[in-house]
């Protein structure tokens, strides 16, 4: 009673004051500590009754502080503060559970408020709310370890009680501005530490949960933390931001966002998560144009996508799916659907931040897409369906619905030549009518493909000549498939398609024509023979058609190839002749070769080119040269005679030919 005199009497302070600090009361001292020992010594004889003096010797330091202001009162208010609050959760986790946890709990509340409401410690406005804020959550804590201590629904919705009270505490105060901003982030700090503790316990329990209650749960605890992030709209109707702890509700939209996914990857098959995955990237990136409280779901939304696209990734390759293979490929498909139009999202965003991703985005979509084709596709189908990808990416491109630099284009499109390439090679000759339909079919997108980049002068950077490249890989498919002997089919008829190219100005280089002309004659003349069988001499007679109409062509219409002569004509003359020298019984050889010469004089006579009676007549003269030498001392009387008489009438033809056209070698 003497601190209490000597507030009333201000005359006896200093025979009261404290050596050390002259604004306490020495008796005040004396008192806490004696009371301080006496609760000591008195919780030891008689336990938890000691509780309760203890509250009201707490609540009277703090009515004393509250009617004298005094600096001793303060001190012993404090001081018994931190006392009941320990003590009281000291109680209540130790003893057992009867209606005194209520009564322990009262005290404690008591004690709290009473406090709360004087305010200042010395000259610090927040010390005693800090210690209210932290004694309220203990005890709340306390309490709900002490009845919840196994985790469940009701657990898992306590500590979402709990951080839903703090922030309903912390809006109230704030409006009333009755909270320093230390108070303001300590609260908020509670309600996220709480809200995570719940969503942690929601993690842990669903193993014990069915599916109903985790999506129940989910829904509960999301519906929470959308009002707890949105409360400033919802709840006060305001644009007011607290100072200090802005940041923190980011923490909050992240919560809402792990809630979907313990219940997406609790509740929904494994098979079936990429959908999901993918699904709520879209909303998520919605979500975020939509809202600055979502600031970080602009990454979240990426990280979602890529979590779907290793996940369907990983199911494809382990094969863990317990559905059929058509479900498989529709999920597959509808979450790479799904992607573009979250692409398309990231492309139409009003926000900078939203076309973070926009570049990389397509990337990865087609990484992702011919990862899942390369592991789950025959290869003889994967030539076709890369092209059919780069033919869908050009007109998305093209229209501007994809952020993809024109070059990707052909990076898939040459994938589909090596995919093509290589499975020739690994099935040497051995086509079925269903891989040639499938690798022309490629061959042909191409081309259509090439003909619209350069209608549209889609690539710029880069000055590729397709022509060489289809033909490169039109002869890889055809060398590793083809017989031998249908190949210098092949090598004309590809010379005779370029050459026509070149002529209506849709090639620009004649020299593949030629190339193509002289592998043909290479191999008519050094190869073919090794092959030849008698059953199959049309396949040689369409050869020499070919190889006559390319010479025709090149003549008629190409005017401006110089070498023409040395180049067209020598090499079809020698390998013809050399392929019937080595091919043929030599008792006819020559009557093959003045054939030949008839030949040549007729392209002559319908070319107006003088230069090829020059060369028949060369043969000619071979034929005669080889008839007097060596058919003649031939055995075989019947053999020496066809051939004279073959011989024979082969000239007489040509002589009539001769002069009757005689006026076209002028």
């Not at 200093?14 to 050390?20: A, G, L, N, R, T």
């Not at 992240?254 to 699904?279: H, K, M, R, T, W």
């Not at 209608?455 to 083809?482: C, H, P, R």
Request: glycine residues 4%; hydrophobic residues 55%.
């Amino acid at each position: 009673m003497v601190p209490v005199f000597c507030s009333v009497k201000k005359e006896f302070l200093e025979i009261d004051s404290f050596i050390i600090k002259k604004d306490l009361s020495l008796n005040g001292i004396f008192s806490i500590l004696f009371s301080i020992i006496f609760f000591i010594s008195w919780y030891h004889t008689i336990e938890v009754s000691f509780y309760w003096p203890l509250i009201f010797l707490a609540l009277l330091w703090s009515f004393l502080q509250s009617k004298f202001k005094n600096n001793t009162f303060d001190l012993g208010r404090f001081v018994f503060l931190i006392i009941a609050v320990i003590s009281g959760l000291v109680l209540i986790l130790n003893e057992t559970k009867s209606y005194l946890d209520i009564l322990f709990a009262l005290g404690m509340i008591s004690v709290i408020t009473l406090n709360w409401f004087v305010k200042i410690f010395y000259k610090d406005e927040s010390l005693i709310k800090t210690i209210g804020i932290i004694g309220v959550n203990a005890l709340l804590v306390s309490i709900t370890y002490k009845y919840f201590n196994t985790i469940n629904i009701v657990g898992i919705f306590a500590c979402l009680g709990i951080a839903l009270l703090n922030h309903e505490f912390l809006w109230i105060q704030f409006k009333r501005k009755s909270l320093a901003k230390d108070n303001q982030v300590l609260l908020y700090v509670f309600c996220l530490i709480f809200s995570i503790i719940g969503s942690l316990c929601f993690l842990i329990e669903t193993d014990l949960l069915n599916n109903t209650e985790i999506a129940l749960i989910a829904v509960g605890l999301s519906v929470i933390e959308i009002y707890i992030l949105f409360a400033d709209k919802i709840r006060n109707k305001s644009n007011d931001v607290i100072s200090g702890w802005t940041n923190f509700s980011t923490v909050n939209s992240e919560l809402i966002l792990f809630n979907a996914l313990v219940f997406g990857f609790s509740c929904i098959q494994i098979d079936y998560v990429p959908v999901y995955l993918s699904a709520l990237a879209v909303i998520t990136f919605w979500i975020f144009q939509k809202t600055e409280k979502t600031k970080r779901y602009n990454i979240y939304s990426f990280v979602l996508l890529i979590s779907a696209v290793l996940l369907s990734v990983y199911l494809a390759v382990y094969e863990t799916n317990k559905v059929g293979k058509i479900i498989i490929y529709a999920v597959q498909a509808v979450s790479v659907i799904i992607s573009a139009a979250y692409s398309f999202l990231q492309i139409k965003s009003t926000k900078e931040e939203g076309k973070m991703f926009s570049a990389i985005l397509p990337i990865i979509q087609n990484l992702w897409i011919i990862a899942l084709l390369f592991i789950q596709v025959e290869t003889a189908y994967l030539p076709l369906v890369f092209m059919l990808l780069a033919m869908l990416n050009f007109g998305l491109i093209l229209y501007k619905k994809l952020d993809l630099v024109p070059e990707s284009v052909l990076i898939i499109g040459l994938l589909s030549i090596l995919t093509s390439v290589v499975y020739s090679i690994q099935t040497l000759n051995n086509f079925v009518l269903l891989d040639w339909i499938l690798q022309l079919s490629t061959i042909l997108l191409f081309i259509v493909l090439i003909l619209f980049i350069t209608k549209k002068e889609f690539i710029k950077s880069l000055q590729i000549d397709y022509q060489i490249a289809v033909n490169v890989w039109l002869s890889v498919i055809m060398f590793t498939q083809l017989e031998h002997k249908w190949l210098p089919v092949f090598w004309a008829a590809t010379a005779i398609v370029n050459v026509l190219l070149y002529y209506k100005k849709i090639g620009s280089k004649k020299e593949i024509s030629i190339v193509y002309y002289l592998l043909a004659n290479f191999h008519l003349a050094f190869v073919s023979f090794n092959y030849y069988q008698s059953k199959f001499e049309f396949v040689y007679l369409i050869i020499f058609a070919l190889l006559a109409l390319y010479i025709f062509i090149m003549y008629k219409y190409i005017e401006d190839f110089k070498f023409r002569n040395s180049i067209i004509i020598y090499p079809a003359t020698f390998s013809i002749g050399l392929f019937l020298f080595l091919s043929f019984d030599k008792g006819i050889l020559t009557f093959f070769w003045i054939l030949e010469s008839l030949g040549l004089l007729i392209l002559g006579i319908i070319l107006k080119e003088k230069y090829f009676r020059y060369v028949s007549i060369s043969l000619v003269g071979v034929c005669v040269i080889r008839l007097m030498f060596f058919d003649l001392s031939n055995a075989d009387f019947l053999i020496r005679a066809l051939v004279l008489l073959g011989v024979g009438v082969v000239l007489l033809v040509m002589n009539t030919l001769f002069k009757k056209y005689k006026d076209r070698f002028d």
